[in-house]
């Protein structure tokens, strides 16, 4: 017997005719976006508590008695050094002080070198030596949120080196320096 061509017409199938393209269906997790939006406002209802208790809690958050307000004075004097804004009354440092001026940085560290706080030297006045006088700039120091308990403080202005403080000075506001 004689097998049949399975190449000819007889024997080939007809083509299939063409699937339709279809986008497949893909379930929705419903659980999954129930946690997503239960964990979204649960964390939204925590902050808004946290927020509430501090600021109801009849204490100034910023006022931590664990801190202290660092103040003083620094004083800039040489006269070719100083210069000054004479309808303000206020003052800067010129030629090699000049980085010394209102908003320069003040930064406080323990007795081992580690940054506590930092701030910036504040309001300036001017004072006029005169003739043959040294003229003066004084800039207001404070620090907010230094540390109590090290002991003793170096403070630092710019990177013009530091002076050492000890707490009850510190605390008292009786730092003081000039260059």
Same mark, same amino acid.
């Given at each position: 017997?004689?097998?049949?061509?399975?190449?000819?017409?007889?024997?080939?199938?007809?083509?299939?005719?063409?699937?339709?393209?279809?986008?497949?269906?893909?379930? &929705?997790? &419903?659980?999954?976006?129930?946690?997503?939006?239960? =964990?979204?406002?649960? =964390?939204?209802? !925590?902050?808004?508590?946290?927020?509430?208790?501090?600021?109801?809690s009849g204490q100034d958050a910023s006022k931590d008695p664990k801190?202290?307000?660092?103040?003083?004075? #620094?004083?800039?004097?040489?006269?070719?050094?100083?210069?000054?804004?004479? $309808?303000?009354? &206020?003052?800067?440092?010129?030629?090699?002080?000049?980085?010394?001026?209102?908003?320069?940085?003040?930064?406080?560290?323990?007795?081992?070198?580690?940054? !506590?706080?930092?701030?910036?030297?504040?309001?300036?006045?001017?004072?006029?030596?005169?003739?043959k006088g040294v003229d003066k700039c004084a800039y207001k120091v =404070?620090?907010?949120?230094?540390?109590?308990?090290?002991? #003793?403080?170096?403070?630092?202005? $710019?990177? &013009?080196?530091?002076?050492? !403080? $000890?707490?009850?000075?510190?605390?008292?506001?009786?730092?003081? =320096?000039? !260059?």
């Amino acid at each position: 017997m004689t097998e049949p061509d399975p190449y000819t017409p007889e024997t080939v199938p007809a083509a299939a005719p063409p699937m339709p393209v279809v986008a497949p269906v893909v379930p &929705r997790n &419903r659980w999954k976006t129930a946690a997503v939006v239960l =964990a979204v406002t649960q =964390a939204l209802t !925590l902050g808004v508590v946290a927020v509430v208790a501090v600021s109801g809690s009849g204490q100034d958050a910023s006022k931590d008695p664990k801190t202290f307000q660092f103040n003083g004075v #620094f004083v800039l004097s040489d006269a070719d050094s100083v210069g000054n804004s004479s $309808s303000a009354g &206020r003052c800067f440092g010129t030629g090699g002080y000049n980085d010394i001026r209102e908003g320069t940085s003040v930064t406080v560290y323990d007795k081992a070198g580690t940054v !506590l706080a930092v701030g910036s030297l504040g309001a300036s006045t001017f004072t006029d030596g005169g003739y043959k006088g040294v003229d003066k700039c004084a800039y207001k120091v =404070a620090v907010d949120g230094v540390p109590t308990g090290a002991g #003793f403080y170096q403070v630092e202005v $710019s990177h &013009r080196g530091k002076v050492n !403080l $000890s707490e009850a000075d510190a605390v008292a506001g009786n730092f003081a =320096a000039s !260059l």
